[in-house]
T-cell receptor, first 113, second 111 residues
Framework: KAGVTQTPRYLIKTRGQQVTLSCSPISGHRSVSWYQQTPGQGLQFLFEYFSETQRNKGNFPGRFSGRQFSNSRSEMNVSTLELGDSALYLC????????????FGPGTRLTVT | GENVEQHPSTLSVQEGDSAVIKCTYS??????FPWYKQELGKRPQLIID?????GEKKDQRIAVTLNKTAKHFSLHITETQPEDSAVYFCAASTGANNLFFGTGTRLTVIP
């Protein structure tokens, strides 16, 4: 099976702009979680989508949002970008059975200038 | 919310020696504890996990132990090899697909 894929892999944006990142889960996985990884804050949970519904949400401002499509692909959007949003954004997919094993994609490296 | 602490932040061992990384968690409702290995520039890879109904789990040179009473869990790597060099993250979850991660341990195995 193909692994989790994310596009784009690298992105450079300017403060104030918005960005959309995409994640395609492993075939058969219906849960997609998003994480932000920075040197200062480490790996932090953003939100989780299952069956096109947000099921869990971390402590991030409303500028961070997401959605999931019927084929389980997910997108996250960050509006009004700030310098502090520069990070590696990782998505992880898992089966919906509650086994909780999450498999990560390669990430999207976002740089805000 | 859950708070996961991880120690040490850096660890250097000689090839062939053992390495131990320790984590503590705060939420007694947490019941799933995975460990991830992240090499430079790569994605975190799940290497082993343990659930709260088990005290220890082994997979070849890697083992994880869990003490629910003390709320701590540890990763043990035996017979370390240079390819074990990476950053290791522990995490905890209450069962939903939201992992709370430790701050990571940079393991260096010296040949």
């Amino acid at each position: 099976k193909a692994g989790v894929t994310q596009t784009p892999r690298y992105l450079i944006k300017t403060r104030g702009q918005q960005v959309t990142l995409s994640c395609s889960p492993i075939s058969g996985h219906r849960s997609v979680s998003w994480y932000q990884q920075t040197p200062g804050q480490g790996l932090q949970f953003l939100f989780e989508y299952f069956s096109e519904t947000q099921r869990n949400k971390g402590n991030f401002p409303g500028r961070f949002s997401g959605r999931q499509f019927s084929n389980s692909r997910s997108e996250m959007n960050v509006s009004t970008l700030e310098l502090g949003d520069s990070a590696l954004y990782l998505c992880a997919s898992s089966l919906p059975s509650g086994k909780n094993e999450q498999y990560f994609g390669p990430g999207t490296r976002l740089t805000v200038t | 919310g859950e708070n996961v602490e991880q120690h040490p932040s850096t660890l250097s061992v000689q090839e062939g020696d053992s390495a131990v990384i320790k984590c503590t968690y705060s939420d007694s409702a947490s019941n799933y504890f995975p460990w991830y290995k992240q090499e430079l520039g790569k994605r975190p890879q799940l290497i082993i996990d343990i659930r709260s109904n088990v005290g220890e789990k082994k997979d070849q040179r890697i083992a994880v132990t869990l003490n629910k009473t003390a709320k701590h869990f540890s990763l043990h790597i035996t017979e370390t090899q240079p390819e074990d060099s990476a950053v290791y993250f522990c995490a905890a979850s209450t069962g939903a697909n939201n992992l709370f991660f430790g701050t990571g341990t940079r393991l260096t195995v010296i040949p």
